[in-house]
Structures are given as structure tokens and as C-alpha cells.
């Protein structure tokens, strides 16, 4: 997957044109929210990735049962999640590391790594299914092809 940055501003002081703190932070929850337009779940979905932050776990939830199928490790304080469109795939974004894990849905096991840069929150697929966008702490927005 090709990948580029795209700034949105920070979260501190003002910048070089003297735009306020207030704006930039008003513009990244904008962007927050466009993103979660794009986050709509399949109606007929039977499965939950819930992160789990401090135990560095996702819980494997099967949604008609409401119980855990199984648990997979090997994040670094998991948390957003995302699936694909065809939903052969969950994203999890890394707060500790500034990585996006790929599971593969069908075997629950991660099957790429993929760096983000420092503290990636939320994660949603683009509504074709050839990108992804991931919203960083420093008011970043990654975009992954």
C-alpha cells in the first residue's frame, strides 16, 4: 500500500499566519467527523472487533450471541477500528506504536503492519474501498492507498 501525509494543522499556539489553536482544532474535528460519515456498518455484519487499550488485545465479539469468540494479541494499545468493505479485513490503528494492523477476518490473525506515524486514533476506509485515513493525535490525517 502506497501511503502520503497530509497536514491539517496542530493542537498548539498559532503558526506562521497566526491561526489560532481554536481553528486548527475546529478544523481536525471536522475531519474527525467527515471520516465517521464514511464508518457505516453492514446491517447484516456478525462480527465486532472490539480494541482492547490496556490488555494490547482486540476481542473477536460474535454480535447475534453477544459473546467473545476468541481474543487475538500482538497490538500496542489498540484503538480505532475499521473494517473493509468486503469485510475480509479489520484495521486496527496502534496508539503505542503508530501502526495500523491488518487482520485477515476469515483466520483472526494479523497479517500486515503498516506505519503511521506517533499516536494514530481513528481509522475509516474510503466508501469505494481503495483507501484508508487515519487521524493522528499531532492533527495529521495519513491517507493509505
Not at 68 to 74: A, D, L, R
Amino acid at each position: 500500500m502506497k501511503s502520503t501525509i497530509t497536514n491539517i494543522g496542530s493542537h498548539s499556539g498559532t503558526n506562521n499566519h497566526g491561526t489560532s489553536m481554536f481553528l486548527k482544532t475546529i478544523r481536525s474535528i471536522a475531519v474527525v467527523l467527515l471520516l465517521a460519515l464514511f464508518m457505516l456498518a453492514d446491517a447484516d455484519a456478525q462480527t465486532a472487533y472490539i480494541p482492547n487499550y490496556w490488555s494490547n488485545t482486540v476481542s473477536v465479539i460474535n454480535v447475534a450471541t453477544n459473546t467473545v469468540t476468541t481474543t487475538i494479541s500482538g497490538f500496542s494499545y489498540p484503538k480505532g477500528v475499521c473494517g473493509s468493505i468486503d469485510g475480509s479485513k479489520a484495521y486496527i490503528t496502534n496508539y503505542g506504536n503508530g501502526t495500523v494492523s491488518v487482520i485477515n477476518t476469515a483466520s483472526n490473525t494479523i497479517t500486515a503492519t503498516i506505519s503511521v506515524g506517533s499516536y494514530p486514533l481513528g481509522i475509516c476506509a474510503s466508501p469505494d474501498g481503495t483507501k484508508l485515513y487515519v487521524v493522528n493525535k499531532s492533527g495529521t490525517v495519513k491517507i493509505i492507498n
